[in-house]
């Protein structure tokens, strides 16, 4: 059985297997993302599950939104942004998880949705954006990032 929030992958195989309609009878009503998928390809997809993933914490999404934020009205940015949304775009851009995708034919980076961010990514994109940060100055001339960074490295808050 599948566990809630399993990570699922999928791949297309020969269509002319004779076990072409197996996966779609055991995971049919299970995961309709299976089931999409099959019926897209016509034909047969392996499944391949893996260890649930932990989800990003409130807690990394107030700090992320906060420094950006407070990143952006500093003006210390190379970003031509004009207002705090369209600089997390730029971030996301820059800094963001893509993933591979294939559109009509073609291999695509789509960017990956914030909220669909799992902890460990949260992590590794907070600490770019720190990176950023410091790099641009805007650590020792904002006194409100100074703060925030302070009181991370101070109390060793896991994000």
Same mark, same amino acid.
Request: aromatic share 10%; net charge positive.
């Given at each position: 059985?599948?566990?809630?929030?399993? $990570? @699922?992958?999928? *791949?297309?195989?020969?269509?002319?297997?004779? *076990?072409?309609?197996?996966?779609?009878?055991?995971?049919? !009503?299970?995961?309709?993302?299976?089931? +999409?998928?099959?019926? +897209?390809?016509? !034909?047969?997809?392996?499944?391949? @599950?893996?260890?649930?993933?932990?989800? !990003? *914490?409130?807690?990394?999404?107030?700090? %992320?939104?906060?420094?950006?934020?407070?990143?952006?009205? %500093?003006?210390?940015? &190379? &970003?031509?942004? $004009?207002?705090?949304?369209?600089?997390? =775009?730029?971030? $996301?851009?820059?800094?963001?998880?893509? #993933?591979?995708?294939?559109? +009509? !034919?073609? $291999?695509?980076?789509?960017?990956?949705?914030?909220?669909?961010?799992? #902890? &460990?990514? #949260?992590?590794?994109?907070?600490? #770019?954006? @720190?990176?950023?940060?410091? =790099? &641009?100055?805007?650590?020792?001339?904002?006194?409100? @990032?100074?703060?925030? =960074? %302070?009181?991370?490295?101070?109390?060793? =808050?896991?994000?």
């Amino acid at each position: 059985m599948i566990q809630q929030n399993s $990570k @699922i992958s999928l *791949t297309e195989v020969n269509d002319n297997a004779p *076990t072409q309609g197996y996966y779609l009878h055991i995971f049919f !009503g299970k995961n309709d993302e299976v089931a +999409k998928l099959y019926k +897209k390809y016509g !034909g047969l997809c392996s499944v391949q @599950i893996g260890k649930p993933e932990k989800p !990003g *914490t409130e807690k990394q999404n107030r700090l %992320t939104h906060k420094l950006i934020e407070v990143w952006f009205f %500093t003006g210390m940015h &190379s &970003s031509d942004a $004009k207002n705090p949304a369209d600089f997390k =775009l730029y971030l $996301k851009r820059e800094i963001g998880v893509c #993933r591979v995708v294939d559109y +009509k !034919g073609e $291999k695509m980076l789509w960017l990956k949705s914030w909220a669909d961010y799992n #902890r &460990s990514e #949260r992590i590794e994109f907070i600490d #770019r954006l @720190i990176k950023l940060i410091e =790099l &641009s100055g805007a650590a020792a001339e904002c006194k409100d @990032i100074h703060e925030i =960074l %302070t009181e991370l490295d101070k109390n060793k =808050l896991e994000v």
